[in-house]
């Protein structure tokens, strides 16, 4: 039975010598395997993973590869196992952790910088230097789990301190898996300067982390909030997180209808989730002179900008990686106090073992699919059928 030596273990949470675990072979190819359990080290402990959320980027390592980066290669045939966004329950310490308690219910960021380089040192630790070169040896301190070491889609993960987020009880495993990615949306309106009140936003594309910044930005105070997209189920999701607006951008002109339903002026940001090839074109003339844009998402191939426009405008742009800055905690503690509901986002949940369907549904949207969960244990008896 598991035992490392200076790790805390408990008798009430017994933790086998192996997991299953799923392991990326060449692009698209899952293979359910088996690996030993993981050994946390300081400042690490190691999570019993409950449910884990499937995020586009989550398909896009699967099947293309990058953001993923292995050894400083594409994450191909490297006994990788992927998926980011889980929580689940603190199974063991370990040496010198006493941060956390072993049963306590946890969700996780993505990103633990290696402390060291110059990018983690100014607090963007989503920005580490050593980001992807260290697979399999975490002792450079940094880890990106299901980035640059072994994810989420198993049973147990080793996660540093620093990426824990602890969750109430009266949480769902679902909605706790949803915490990263309002986490997302929460560190996009940061770099952007923070929300002040009143400030008009625009958030093009109803994904999940569109909606969640739809219903992050309104309970920030933002006034108007303005969701574009394509699908009217997904912009309908959008007005019950808070949306004062939505433009269906295949029955008018987005930009038009932006300036429209904001007083015929631009408004003072945009929040890019689409990866559309015009999206930064067109919210670069969403925005008023000064206005800034965050961009949260990446088209599949290089696209033209109108930069001249940005230049005589005094416009702004933010990319951002990930949810740095501790948002995931801003994130949580809003979704704690009901100040918007993450769920509605949730679509579909199936078991582990299913995850092959799970990714079916996430990457061709059957049924209408937003964010779908996949669970370690406990999944209801009639999801189970469902994905069979």
Known sequence: MYAPAGVK???DFPIPDTMKAWVLGDPGQLSLASKPVPVPKRAEVLVRIDAVAICATDLEIIYHGPPALIRGKLPFNQDFT???EYMGTVAALGPGVDEYRIGQRVTVEIHAGCGQCKRCREGM??????YGLNYGDVDKGHRANGFTTDGGFCEYQVNNINTLVPIADEMSDEEATLVVTAGTAMYGLTELGGLVAGESVVVTGPGPI?????AVAKALGASPVILTGTRDNRLKIGLELGADHVVNVKNENPVD???RLNGGKGVDYVVECSGAAEALNEAARMVNRGGKIC????????????IAHIVRNNIYLYGIRG???????RAEAFMAQKRFDATKVHTHTFALDDLPTALRYAKDRVEDAIKVVVKARGVPAAQKEAAE
């Open 9 to 11: 273990t408990s008798k």
């Open 82 to 84: 992927p998926g980011h």
């Open 125 to 130: 630790y989503t920005a580490c230097h050593n």
């Open 210 to 214: 569109g909606l969640l910044g739809v």
């Open 257 to 259: 209808a932006v300036r």
């Open 295 to 306: 961009l949260a998402a990446f088209p599949h191939e290089a696209v033209p900008v109108d």
């Open 323 to 329: 949810e740095g800055k501790s948002a995931t905690h």
